[in-house]
């Protein structure tokens, strides 16, 4: 009985550690490959009705959860363009001439004259709550025959940081101090985390860890904190 009841004992404790766990992996917090790309529109690219009728934004948008750090891939071509706004009376209208500074971007001008030169145009979603996208050219046709989507950014995991924008002024520290403290460099925004946009996809992809982009990151953290360690390391090895 000692024996049998030993036994149980020796296989709780392996399966109490199993649950704790997938427990443990359910709980901690979603990794830089959390981020995603959505291709708008999926495999009908970024068109209006007339050009494509039928199409649908809202309803390919609908039921997705965008988070900030996202990324939306627009495939069309130089005859349309990408328009975001929070202004809800903007987006109704089909018309950002009146945008104010701060509400509205135009991440894709449309060619002056006709053209069907293929475009692919990056979105990064920056801040949290409604936006809206529509396609601003000829004067709002474009939009009003479908070429338009509104989505909810959810906060997610935030921003990675090489998207965040810079930190306010603050009073200078000494030149070591800034080189050994925060690499010497000021924060700047970038906007490659999307992979392989050239080549259009017809499904949402994950943004997973990239061997490059992360190193790449990781030695512009170390600055010229890193090149002093490295020059101090030199030094010693040949005296």
Not at 170 to 197: M, Y
Request: glycine letters at 12%; aromatic letters at 8%; proline letters at 6%.
């Amino acid at each position: 009985m000692l024996l049998s009841g030993g036994r149980r004992r020796s296989l709780v404790l392996p399966c109490l550690a199993v649950v704790a766990a997938v427990a443990a992996l359910a709980a901690a917090p979603r990794g830089a490959d959390a981020y995603k790309n959505y291709t708008v529109g999926d495999g009908k690219g970024w068109y209006d009705g007339l050009t494509l009728p039928g199409v649908d934004y809202q309803a390919w948008a609908d039921g997705k959860n965008f988070s900030l750090g996202d990324f939306l891939i627009f495939n069309t071509d130089k005859n349309h363009s990408v328009v975001q706004t929070q202004n809800g009376t903007l987006y109704k209208s089909c018309d950002y001439n009146d945008s104010g500074p701060d509400d509205t971007v135009e991440w894709s001008a449309a060619a002056p004259e006709f053209s069907k030169d293929a475009v692919t145009v990056a979105v990064p979603l920056l801040k949290e709550g409604g936006t809206y996208f529509f396609s601003g050219n000829y004067d709002g046709e474009q939009c009003e025959n479908g070429q338009r989507f509104a989505i909810d950014v959810a906060h997610g995991q935030g921003l990675p940081p090489d998207l965040r924008p810079p930190v306010a002024d603050a009073p200078a520290p000494s030149a070591a101090a800034s080189g050994a403290a925060d690499g010497g460099g000021a924060a700047v925004l970038d906007f490659s985390h999307p992979k392989n946009v050239t080549t259009p996809s017809t499904a949402d992809d994950n943004l997973s860890g990239d061997a490059t982009s992360g190193s790449g990151r990781t030695l512009a953290r170390l600055g010229s904190g890193g090149l002093a360690v490295m020059t101090l390391v030199t030094v010693l090895f040949a005296v």
